[in-house]
């Protein structure tokens, strides 16, 4: 039902269509009989990726293949937890997305904004095309992807076949990720090689389904919370434009009290967006902080060691991780700039030249902006750019260890 509101705004006012459509098509939302998609997936995914990496093993002696089996553990581990977890926190991200579809309904209610000429309205349009611009993007990327992560195990493996003649030495199948498949010889049978091999492709764009639902929708909530305080803002600054109550006639009191507390309504509702998105967000933050401190220590451990095409599969990974820790920092930060806006456009305002009555909205506001607001990684900080910093440095401090212990054994 929370979702009506946003379905009916015009189409260029409707809060992430893109990302509801893909979570809808995989039954997460909508009739409930199709939840089973979901669950068919993820078990898929497990079945074939998570469950023999994680129980049966890498399949392999050598400890570069056990570093990047390991990584990639990690890399799919995180992502099919986090979804999991998103889908347990559906309620919270329906209401988030009816908040926000009020908050666009009240700073575009009139007629004039409705003409297309306010700044609200453009401001929401512009920002909606480029979340739209990302999201085909990261699409895009993702649907490649797993067709990348195959094919140069595969092109490898038919040159090195059909070019071996009548040698003896039993041919070795490099895989596109390292683990055993139940007990098939996948590194030595032709036939099991390539039964795992479409088996694989399947969990690969499984695995790619999921990364644009959790990627996209987590990054674009955060994009919308920001954009809710600099509609605040807005609105706050074009209170300057009126003027004070005290040379102000009857009509101007009653226009200005009455847009003050449009103001501070919507003030209210940006500030539920920002908790809601917290209360969805800060756990799978703060697993994709954790994870990508070890994932990026191990991938630089493997890189540094092996140049070849596998480096392909480990970069596929690799940027999917980055832009993903990249985009929660950079817009963390956005979000706290935007929330610290509202109270800097309340300050500039001659508050003392307002009667008690307006008075004590300002004091409510600033009162508001005072605490401190962003999302964080389970409550331990505050995400932001520093931080991304700070993981760079600690994924590289654990390599220099990690390459100083293996290399002295």
Avoid at 39 to 44: D, E, K, Q, R, V
Avoid at 290 to 301: A, Q, Y
Avoid at 326 to 351: C, D, H, K, M, N
């Amino acid at each position: 039902m929370e979702l009506s509101l946003n379905r009916s705004l015009p189409p260029e006012l409707q809060i992430m269509p893109f990302q509801l459509r893909w979570i809808e098509r995989i039954g997460l939302i909508g009739p409930r009989g199709r939840v089973y998609r979901f669950w068919l997936a993820i078990g898929w995914g497990t079945f074939v990726i998570l469950f023999p990496k994680a129980v049966l093993g890498m399949g392999s002696s050598q400890l570069d293949a056990i570093i990047k089996g390991t990584a990639e553990l990690l890399f799919e581990g995180n992502l099919f937890v986090a979804v999991g977890l998103l889908m347990l926190k559906l309620p919270l991200l329906k209401r988030l997305v009816h908040v926000m579809g009020e908050i666009f309904l009240q700073v575009t209610h009139d007629e004039q904004r409705l003409r297309r000429k306010d700044q609200c309205f453009e401001l929401i349009c512009v920002q909606n095309s480029k979340i739209d611009r990302f999201c085909k993007f990261y699409f895009i990327y993702c649907c490649f992807g797993p067709f990348v992560f195959c094919i140069p195990a595969t092109v490898t493996n038919y040159v090195r076949y059909f070019g071996a003649g009548n040698e003896s030495e039993q041919l070795q199948f490099e895989l596109p990720m390292e683990q055993e498949f139940y007990g098939l010889s996948i590194r030595t049978n032709f036939a099991h090689y390539h039964l795992f091999m479409v088996l694989s492709l399947s969990a690969y764009a499984v695995c790619s389904y999921m990364s644009v639902i959790k990627v996209s929708t987590l990054l674009i909530m955060v994009k919308y919370s920001s954009l809710s305080y600099r509609l605040v803002a807005v609105g706050v600054r074009k209170l300057a434009h009126l003027p004070s109550l005290d040379g102000a006639a009857g009509g101007g009191t009653e226009r200005k009290l009455t847009m003050m507390k449009e103001i501070v309504e919507l003030h209210r509702k940006a500030l539920e967006v920002t908790d809601l998105l917290e209360n969805i967000i800060n756990i799978p933050v703060a697993m994709q902080f954790l994870s990508c401190i070890l994932f990026w220590c191990l991938t630089m451990f493997y890189v540094s060691t092996n140049i070849n095409y596998n480096l392909f599969n480990v970069m596929i990974l690799f940027w999917l991780s980055l832009i993903e820790t990249f985009g929660y920092s950079y817009l963390g930060t956005e979000l706290t700039r935007e929330a610290q806006a509202v109270g800097r456009a309340i300050y500039e305002l001659p508050w003392y030249e307002e009667n008690a009555q307006l008075q004590r909205y300002y004091r409510l506001m600033i009162q508001r902006t005072q605490r401190e607001t962003g999302i964080t990684a389970a409550k331990f900080f505050v995400v932001g750019l520093d931080k991304f910093g700070k993981v760079i440095n600690l994924s590289y401090s654990y390599y220099l260890v990690l390459k100083d212990v293996l290399g002295s054994l």
